[in-house]
């Protein structure tokens, strides 16, 4: 009779720690499917960004290749002027 009451209580503890192992693991399964997806979200928004780069700079590549486009590029990126252009210095840099 001890040995059978034994048992049950042996049973019982082995179906509890069984439910709260459980319970443990699903709540760090969601935990780590939460963190996931919030690093799929950023993920998906670098790609994005990265992608309105890549347009922007094609659509650099596939502009015409004309006196217009070297005047803007050695204006721009070279801070060469035009012989009637006038240039003021603030003193600050810019």
Do not use: T, W
């Amino acid at each position: 009779m001890k040995q059978n009451m034994f048992h049950n209580m042996l049973v019982r503890v082995s179906i509890l720690v069984f439910a709260v192992f459980c319970i443990v693991s699903f709540v760090v399964i969601r935990l780590r499917q939460n963190d996931y997806m919030a690093q799929a979200e950023e993920l998906r928004q670098e790609i994005e960004q990265i992608s309105e780069h890549i347009n922007e700079l094609q659509a650099e590549l596939d502009r015409p290749f004309d006196s217009d486009y070297v005047a803007e590029v050695a204006h721009e990126k070279l801070g060469l002027r035009f012989p009637q252009e006038i240039v003021f210095y603030s003193g600050e840099d810019n």
